[in-house]
Nanobody, 126 residues
Framework: QVQLVESGGGLVQAGGSLRLSCAAS???????MGWFRQAPGKEREFVAG????????YYADSVKGRFTISRDNAKNTVYLQMNSLKPEDTAVYYC????????????????????WGQGTQVTVSS
C-alpha cells in the first residue's frame, strides 16, 4: 500500500476556491488516484479520479466544470482544484489510491481503492 497525506482544506466562502493536495509515498506513478468526500450523516461519495499517466480524468456530475483533478508524478502528488465552491461541497475530502488500472466505471467505486488518506476538512460558508 501507499501512504497518503492530504492538505489544503479550510474554510472558504461560497464562490471561492481551494486546492487540495495529496502527497504519496512509494511508486506513485503506478497508482490510479481518486478523491472522495463525506459529509456528516452521508455516505462517502466519489468526486474525481485520474489514471496513472494523468491523461484521463473522471468527475462526479455534481462537480463537473468546477473541480479539476491533476497529478504530478515527479512530485508524487495529486491535486484537486476546487472553484465556484458551494455550501453543499462541505465535507471531509479523502485521497485514495490503487495499483490497478481501472475501467472508467470503476473510478467511482470506493471499494476499488486499497489505500486512503486521513482526510482534510473543507467547509464552505454561505
Amino acid at each position: 500500500q501507499v501512504q497518503l497525506v492530504e492538505s489544503g482544506g479550510g474554510l472558504v466562502q461560497a464562490g471561492g476556491s481551494l486546492r487540495l493536495s495529496c502527497a504519496a509515498s512509494g511508486t506513485f506513478r503506478s497508482y490510479t488516484m481518486g478523491w472522495f468526500r463525506q459529509a456528516p450523516g452521508k455516505e462517502r461519495e466519489f468526486v474525481a479520479g485520474i489514471n496513472r499517466s494523468g491523461g484521463s480524468a473522471y468527475y462526479a456530475d455534481s462537480v463537473k466544470g468546477r473541480f479539476t483533478i491533476s497529478r504530478d508524478n515527479a512530485k508524487n502528488t495529486v491535486y484537486l482544484q476546487m472553484n465556484s465552491l458551494k455550501p453543499e461541497d462541505t465535507a471531509v475530502y479523502y485521497c485514495a489510491a490503487d495499483p490497478r488500472q481501472m475501467y472508467s466505471f470503476d473510478y467511482s467505486d470506493n471499494k476499488k481503492y486499497d489505500s486512503w488518506g486521513q482526510g482534510t476538512q473543507v467547509t464552505v460558508s454561505s
